[in-house]
C-alpha cells in the first residue's frame, strides 16, 4: 500500500505553518492574468469556483478501495508523535456530522482529512479544506478516490460510507493558493439516503466577525488515536495575518475539521465559521483557518445547487 504523505510547510501570507497530512505542498508561481490587446474587449473573467467531478465508476470503484481494513491500516501507517495537551478526545455528544475523509493524493498515497456534513438544499454538502482537494497553485495535482464516513470511530461506520461526486474549491486556491476550504457533493448511500437526512447537517455562517469560543475538531494522526478516534480543541478565535487562528495541537489528519462557534455540547450541534487549515510550526500551538467571506459562499452556494 503507498504511504501517506507526511506535512510540509508553507507560507501563508508572510508567517511559515504547517499543512496537514493531506499532501506535500507545491509551491509554484501564480500566473499573470491575461492582458487583452489593444482594440480589444478585455477576457471575460474566470469562473470563481472550480469543479472536479467524478465519474459513476470513479465513485463504485472508491467504494470498493475503501475497504474497513484499508481504513485502519492507513492510521497505523503515519505516525505523527503524541498527541499534545489541547487536543482531547471527544466524550460528549455523538457527532455524526463530522468524519473521515478518506482520498488517494495527487502523489498516488492513501490518506485522510476531516469534513463535516453541513445544512444545504441538496442534503449532501460537506465542507473540508481545500488542501484536501488538490494542490494549491497547481492544477494538475488533484486527489481521487474520495469517500467520506460520517461518525468514524475505530473502525466502526455507523452511518455507513458516502462517495464524493464532486469537490468544489475557489478558483483562488487552484490557481495561487488563497482560500484554503472546499465543499464537496456526495452520492447518496447504498439505502439511496441523502447525507443530511442520516446524519443532520451543521449550520454555516458566512462574513461573521472573528471572535468567541470556537470548538475546532479532527482526526490528527498523533499517537496514541492515530486517526482513530475524534480529537477537540476549544479556545478563542482570534484575527491573524489574515486569517483567525485557536489555541490548537492537532496535526496531519485534522485538515478540514470544523470550527464549530456557539458549541451546544448535549446536541453536538453548533455553526461552522471555518475548516482547519494550517498550523503555526512543526510543535504547534494554533491552528489556522480562513475566514468565510465571499468565495467560500460561493463554493458553498454553488454545491448545495449541484
Known amino acids: 500500500m503507498p504511504q501517506p504523505s507526511f506535512p510540509a510547510i508553507r507560507r501563508v501570507r508572510g508567517q511559515a505553518v504547517v499543512l496537514a497530512v493531506a499532501g506535500t505542498a507545491l509551491a509554484l508561481a501564480a500566473p499573470l492574468p491575461a492582458t487583452a490587446a489593444k482594440g480589444q474587449a478585455p477576457a471575460a473573467a474566470a469562473d470563481p469556483v472550480s469543479v472536479m467531478a467524478y465519474t459513476a465508476k470513479e465513485r463504485r470503484d472508491a467504494l470498493v478501495y475503501w475497504s474497513t481494513a484499508r481504513m485502519k491500516a492507513v492510521g497505523k501507517s503515519v505516525n505523527l508523535g503524541p498527541t499534545g495537551p489541547k487536543a ?3 466524550r460528549g455528544a455523538t457527532m455524526k456530522t463530522v468524519g473521515r475523509l478518506f482520498f488517494v493524493n495527487a502523489n498516488g498515497s492513501d490518506t485522510w482529512c476531516t469534513a463535516t456534513a453541513v445544512n444545504s438544499a441538496n442534503r449532501s454538502v460537506v465542507m473540508t479544506a481545500a488542501h484536501c482537494v488538490r494542490k494549491g497553485s497547481s492544477p494538475a495535482n488533484t486527489n481521487s478516490s474520495m469517500v467520506f464516513v460520517p461518525g468514524y470511530s475505530k473502525g466502526k461506520k455507523p452511518h455507513g460510507v458516502f462517495a464524493v461526486r464532486a469537490a468544489l474549491t475557489p478558483r483562488s486556491w487552484e490557481q495561487k493558493s488563497a482560500n484554503d476550504m472546499a465543499a464537496l457533493v456526495l452520492d447518496a448511500d447504498k439505502s439511496g439516503r ?10 454555516v455562517a458566512f462574513d461573521r466577525p472573528v471572535g468567541g469560543t470556537v470548538s475546532s475538531f479532527g482526526y490528527p494522526a498523533t499517537d496514541p488515536q492515530l486517526g482513530e478516534e475524534l480529537l477537540r480543541c476549544v479556545g478563542t478565535a482570534k484575527k491573524e495575518t489574515g486569517m483567525q487562528a485557536v489555541p490548537c495541537d492537532m496535526s496531519g489528519g485534522s485538515s478540514g475539521g470544523p470550527w464549530l ?13 471555518s475548516v482547519n487549515g494550517a498550523l503555526d510550526s512543526m510543535t504547534p500551538t494554533k491552528m489556522y483557518g480562513e475566514v468565510l467571506r465571499a468565495a467560500a459562499k460561493s463554493v458553498y452556494d454553488r454545491a448545495q445547487k449541484s
Open 88 to 90: 482531547t478526545p471527544w
Open 194 to 203: 441523502k447525507l443530511t437526512d442520516v446524519v443532520g447537517g451543521q449550520a
Open 261 to 273: 462557534a456557539d458549541f451546544d455540547t448535549a446536541t453536538g450541534k453548533g455553526v461552522l465559521v
